[in-house]
Every structure is written in C-alpha cells, then in structure tokens.
C-alpha cells in the first residue's frame, strides 16, 4: 500500500484542461476507480496524474509534491498508465516483459517471474513468440503483465478490460488488483463495468466535467 507517512496519492487542487475537465479533489491510497460517461475526462484525470498532460491552471501534486517540478521519467517510474491501446516494442513477448524493469533501472526479471505474471494476466503464450503477432486483447495482457513487472508506487489502468472479451475480463482485473495490492502498490483505474466498481476502496465520479469522491 501507499506510503504510511502519506495520506494521499493525488491532490487535484482546482485543476482545469481547457473546457473539457473541472476536479478539486484528493484521490487516496489503495484502490480508487472512476468512473462516468464517455467524454467526461477520466482518461484526462488519469494522463493528468503522471503527466502525460499538463492542466491549463490549477495544481497536481503526489505524495505532497507539484508534479509539474519532478522530472516527468523519474515520475513515470514511481506513476504508470496501461492505456487502453499499449504501445509494443518489437521483439518478442519476453523482450516486452524485460524493457519494463530495464526502464525502471532493473536488470532483466527471470523467466520464473515472467511466467508468474502472465498467468495473472492469464496469457498462455510461449515467452519467444514475436508479440507482434498477438491479438489486441493479448497486447493488453502483455502491457499488463509488463506493468507488473515493473512494480511502479501506482498503477493507472485505463479501462483494461476494453480490448478483452467479457468472459472473464472482470476476474482478469481483480487478479491483477489483487497482486499490486500484495506488492505495495496502489492503483486509480477508469472503467465503465458497472461490476468492477466493488473492487474499489474510493469512487471517483465525473459528471458534467467535474469530479467528486464519492461514497
């Protein structure tokens, strides 16, 4: 879980992006998921908190701190977003998994621990085939099983069962949850399944551009 000398991941102190989001609001440790319709800015929110996008006016702070005066790769080790279309590096799937902690200024992991997060992520694939072969829902499990790996503080998931088929695609995330709460992490997901909204500890709405904690 987040740090204990800590009681807030993001400080969103009256942040504006043009007309198109509106949040004054602390998002805690642990599990937060938001969630509203299609437009309202949830994967601003979540570009907003590891400077993907900078706000027009207003503050975004972690852990106590402007982000806008960290060095955005020192920051992007510590806050990492899934996307809901993830870039690949070519290679192989194991070349995927292994840049992850390479950027992280790991070494390499072991293909023990490769396999252990492909089987959260449920992917039954072969670590030398060329991930350039695989089926967008495969990419997505490889970004997520990448991600893993590379143990940031938190983890931004953006709607991460979009590219996956219904069956299973809820088990999937709460497997995924389950182990970066069993590492430390904590994580701020966006989605629109209605189901996954128990696994959070907070809820974040965003209606009419404006975003709120709620119950």
């Given at each position: 879980m987040s740090q204990p000398s800590r009681d807030v991941l993001f400080d969103f102190d009256d942040v504006r992006v043009g007309a198109i989001l509106h949040a004054d609001l602390a998002i805690p440790p642990g599990?937060?998921?938001?969630?509203?319709?299609?437009?309202?800015g949830k994967t601003t929110l979540l570009r907003l908190a590891c400077a993907m996008q900078a706000p027009s006016s207003g503050t975004v702070s972690f852990r106590g701190e402007d982000i806008a005066r960290v060095d955005p790769v020192l920051l992007?080790?510590?806050v990492t977003m899934v996307t809901q279309q993830p870039f690949l590096w070519p290679g192989?799937?194991?070349d995927e998994l292994s840049i992850a902690c390479v950027l992280q200024g790991r070494g390499a992991p072991d293909r023990e621990r490769m396999g252990e997060v492909l089987a959260v992520v449920g992917l039954d694939k072969d670590l030398a085939e060329d991930a350039s072969t695989l089926s967008g829902g495969e990419r997505q499990r490889?970004?997520?099983?990448?991600?893993?790996l590379a143990g940031p503080e938190v983890y931004l998931l953006d709607e991460p069962t979009a590219a996956l088929d219904a069956r299973g695609a809820r088990d999937l995330v709460r497997r995924v949850v389950d182990w970066i709460r069993a590492t430390g992490g904590d994580v701020v997901m966006v989605t629109h399944?209605?189901?996954l909204m128990e696994i959070g500890d907070?809820?974040?709405a965003i209606r009419d551009h404006e975003a709120e904690v709620v119950a």
């Open positions: 599990v937060t998921v938001i969630f509203g319709p299609s437009g309202a992007r080790r510590r192989t799937i194991a490889v970004a997520l099983a990448r991600v893993l399944d209605e189901g907070a809820r974040v």
